[in-house]
C-alpha cells in the first residue's frame, strides 16, 4: 500500500500565500507522476519524475509545483492567493510499488487539506 499524507493548509488573507508538502509512504518502487488537485479532482498542477510541469490556466504565474524525489515529496507553493482558490487541496501520486516479489502499479491520493483564502 501507498500512503499519502498532506499538510500546510490553513486560513490566509487575499494576496498572502501558503506552501503545501505532500510525502509518499509504502513500498514504493518508483512515483512517475505526482499532482495536486482541488474541489472535484480539479488538476491544480503536475509534475513528472524529471520536473516537466503542467498548471491549471487559472494557478500560472501565482502556483509553482516541486518534488523531491528522494523524499518522495511534492510541494505546492501558491502566492497571490484569491477567495476563488479556497478549496480542498488533494496530492495524487502514479508510481510502481513492490507487490511482494512482483511490482504493481498504484493511484494514490492524500486525504486532503483545506486552504481558505479570506479577509
Known amino acids: 500500500q501507498v500512503q499519502l499524507v498532506e499538510s500546510g493548509g490553513g486560513l490566509v488573507q487575499p494576496g498572502g500565500s501558503l506552501r503545501l508538502s505532500c510525502a509518499a509512504s509504502g513500498s514504493i518502487f518508483s512515483i512517475n507522476h505526482m499532482g495536486w488537485y482541488r474541489k472535484e479532482r480539479e488538476l491544480v498542477a503536475t509534475i513528472t519524475s524529471i520536473?516537466?510541469?503542467n498548471y491549471a490556466h487559472s494557478v500560472k504565474g501565482r502556483f509553482t509545483i516541486t518534488r523531491d524525489n528522494a523524499k518522495n515529496a511534492v510541494y505546492l507553493e501558491m502566492n497571490s492567493l484569491r477567495p476563488e482558490d479556497t478549496a480542498v487541496y488533494y496530492c495524487n501520486a502514479i508510481g510502481s510499488r513492490w507487490n511482494g516479489p512482483q511490482l504493481s502499479t498504484f493511484d494514490a491520493w492524500g486525504q486532503g487539506t483545506l486552504v481558505t483564502v479570506s479577509s
Open positions: 520536473g516537466m510541469t
